[in-house]
C-alpha cells in the first residue's frame, strides 16, 4: 500500500478518531463512537482507501512529480 495520508492529515484524523472513541465511552453517541476506529485506523497506516479511489494524496513523499 503506497502512503496517501501526509502529517498533518495524520494528525487531524488521530485526534477525530479518538475524539470520536472518547464520545461513545463517556458521552452521547454510544456505540455510533466505534466509527472513530476508521480515522483512527488510516491515520496510523498512512493509507486512506477513500483517496486511493478518488485519486487524492496529502503526503508529500509520495506525489508524483510534474
Keep these: 500500500m503506497r502512503k496517501n495520508v501526509g ?3 495524520k494528525g487531524l484524523r ?3 478518531g479518538i475524539g470520536l472513541l472518547a464520545l461513545g465511552a463517556f458521552g452521547p453517541l454510544g456505540w455510533w463512537g466505534l466509527i472513530g476506529i476508521v480515522p483512527l485506523a488510516t ?3 498512512g493509507n486512506c482507501p477513500a ?3 478518488l485519486g487524492l494524496n496529502t503526503c ?3 506525489r508524483p512529480s510534474a
Design 43 to 45: 491515520g496510523f497506516m
Design 14 to 16: 488521530i485526534a477525530a
Design 51 to 53: 483517496y486511493s479511489l
Design 7 to 9: 502529517g498533518l492529515d
Design 60 to 62: 508529500a513523499l509520495t
